[in-house]
């Protein structure tokens, strides 16, 4: 343990964390390849909001559409597999420049941040902006994936900003 220094045990933390948050994609991915009927069930009560209080001034917002039920379920499906590659490509760009300079290091962390953007972007825009403000999913005792998401973006905000940091010398 004598041979590792602050930093570099600053620089393996976030191999790992990001090694973590790949992790958590990956089994997302396998969910929905491997569960897609369940998964979509999901995803087309929260858009045909039949299972939140069916007020007039709310319902006129739901999409009723099994196609695009099924087109918006493969649009995040793509999202997820996107966030997922960029955060395992950057999570090996990090790990090929543990021992590199803190310049190049720090470069290495691209594919790592826009990862973590594009799943902040699923969970935090998709899930709690538009599923929550515009679909009421939280309004469903069945089909509510509000407090899920927020613990993801509670992971990956911070962690965003962590890696993003230049705190390596």
Same mark, same amino acid.
């Given at each position: 343990?004598n041979?590792y ?9 976030k ?9 958590f ?9 491997t569960?897609y009927?369940t998964?979509y ?5 929260v ?13 006129y ?8 039920h099924?087109? *918006?379920?493969? %649009?995040? +499906?793509? =999202?997820?597999?996107? $966030?997922?590659?960029y955060?395992? !490509? @950057? ?10 300079s803190?310049?190049e ?5 691209k594919?790592? *941040?826009?990862? %973590?953007? +594009?799943? =902040?972007?699923?969970? $935090?825009?998709?899930?709690?902006v !538009? @599923? ?15 407090d ?8 990956? %905000? ?7 940091l230049?705190?390596?010398?």
């Amino acid at each position: 343990m004598n041979n590792y220094t602050t930093e570099k045990i600053i620089r393996i933390s976030k191999i790992a964390l990001m090694a973590y948050i790949s992790f958590f994609g990956l089994l997302v991915m396998y969910s929905n390849f491997t569960d897609y009927t369940t998964n979509y069930e999901y995803v087309a009560h929260v858009l045909s909001m039949d299972t939140t209080n069916n007020n007039e001034r709310t319902t006129y917002r739901a999409i009723t559409s099994p196609m695009l039920h099924h087109r *918006i379920y493969w %649009l995040i +499906i793509t =999202l997820e597999v996107t $966030y997922t590659v960029y955060c395992l !490509v @950057g999570t090996y760009h990090l790990y090929r420049k543990l021992h590199a300079s803190a310049c190049e290091f720090h470069e290495a962390k691209k594919f790592s *941040i826009m990862g %973590l953007l +594009i799943g =902040l972007f699923i969970y $935090y825009v998709c899930l709690q902006v !538009v @599923g929550v403000e515009w679909f009421d999913m939280d309004r469903s005792q069945t089909w509510n994936a509000k407090d899920w998401a927020r613990h993801i973006v509670d992971f990956m %905000l911070p962690l965003l900003m962590y890696i993003a940091l230049k705190i390596e010398r």
